[in-house]
């Protein structure tokens, strides 16, 4: 491996992997708990603030032009009682979610309450959808693989603002786009409310076996269960180069592939499954997010939860 290239991994998210591999857990944890920094301190009060903005922002144009067309009045009528029943719908999670959500995660009642409410200001509703009509049972009649139709959630937008903003996520569009999918597990192109408190649960309550699917999916760039050469090359050439054109780096980095897949693949398969991504994780945690970040730091964590419990 060169000089320059070792540069170039200490500087990146893959530190925590190569010296993981390379020796002891001691130094590597002590950068991994500095990598959070300053940008938590934009933390879930800011986001909050500025999703009711964004809301403010858009409603009150529309409000100016029902006030100047013909049919206004009846309009206005109508907008009010919408926004009534908004105010209703958001107040109060369904007893029946609430109930399913406190089953399927390890979410306390009251932070379901919260999250709900935290959901409701971040959705955007589908055109052609109907409003209201919540998709809170979506996965009842879902099909497994095929794209399901939602008429609201959170869109890529707004879920890569939440992840930025509030859990210090900050990563590029490929694997943005691939936490996405595995966040949104209909397949529909929002983040049902379902997902979302799942997606939420695993983040903050979620175990290390747990979170190491999460990653692992993540990582499985094309579903096929498992993690190929291709795709290790592709995400590490992703967090470690940042110019395409530094394409004389490729080299290194198939070296570095080499070594991380002698080292992740347990069963010599020649990749690597679920299992053997998990068994890496328990003999080594900081391997956790090896080919990129895609889970919260453990401050945007801790700063979350307080958020949560002070509302
Ligand atoms: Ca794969
Ligand atoms: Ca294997």
């Given at each position: 491996m060169s000089l320059l290239f070792k540069d170039f991994v200490i500087s990146n998210v893959m530190a925590s992997t190569v010296a993981a591999?390379?020796?002891?857990?001691?130094?590597?944890?002590?950068?991994?708990?500095?990598?959070?920094?300053?940008?938590t301190l934009r933390g879930?009060?800011?986001?909050?603030?500025?999703?009711?903005?964004?809301?403010?922002?858009?409603?009150?144009?529309?409000?100016?032009?029902?006030a100047t067309s013909p049919g206004g009045k009846r309009q206005d009528n109508q907008q009010r009682r919408?926004?009534?029943?908004?105010?209703?719908?958001?107040?109060?999670?369904?007893?029946?979610?609430?109930?399913?959500?406190r089953r399927e995660t390890g979410l306390e009642r009251r932070e379901i309450e919260i999250l709900y409410k935290i959901y409701?200001?971040?959705?955007?509703?589908?055109?052609?959808?109907?409003?209201?009509?919540?998709?809170?049972?979506?996965?009842?009649?879902?099909?497994?693989?095929?794209?399901?139709?939602?008429?609201?959630?959170?869109?890529?937008?707004?879920f890569r603002e939440v992840l930025h903003s509030t859990f210090d996520i900050v990563t590029e569009n490929m694997l943005?786009?691939?936490?996405f999918y595995v966040w949104d597990r209909n397949n529909c192109g929002l983040i049902t409310l379902e997902n979302w408190f799942k997606g939420i649960s695993l983040f903050l309550r979620g175990n290390v076996?747990?979170?190491?699917?999460y990653c692992f999916k993540v990582y499985d760039l094309n579903n096929?269960?498992?993690?190929?050469?291709?795709?290790?090359?592709?995400?590490?050439?992703?967090?470690?180069?940042?110019?395409?054109?530094e394409e004389d780096l490729d080299d290194s980095v198939k070296d570095l592939v080499d070594i991380v897949m002698r080292k992740m693949d347990k069963d010599k398969d020649g990749k690597v499954s679920l299992e053997d991504y998990q068994k890496n994780v328990e003999d080594e945690p900081l391997l956790l997010e090896a080919f990129g970040k895609c889970l919260p730091t453990d401050k945007s964590k801790v700063t979350f939860l307080t958020t949560l419990k002070a509302q």
């Open positions: 591999m390379a020796s002891g857990p001691n130094s590597p944890s002590k950068r991994m708990s500095s990598r959070g920094g300053a940008a879930v009060a800011l986001f909050l603030a500025s999703a009711r903005n964004k809301r403010r922002g858009k409603s009150a144009p529309a409000a100016d032009a029902n919408k926004k009534k029943m908004n105010g209703e719908e958001q107040s109060k999670c369904n007893p029946k979610v609430m109930e399913n959500a409701k200001k971040l959705i955007t509703y589908k055109k052609g959808a109907a409003k209201g009509k919540v998709s809170e049972n979506v996965t009842a009649s879902a099909v497994i693989g095929k794209p399901t139709t939602v008429s609201e959630g959170i869109d890529r937008t707004v943005m786009d691939r936490i076996l747990e979170q190491a699917e096929d269960g498992y993690i190929t050469k291709d795709e290790m090359f592709q995400l590490l050439r992703n967090c470690l180069i940042k110019h395409p054109q």
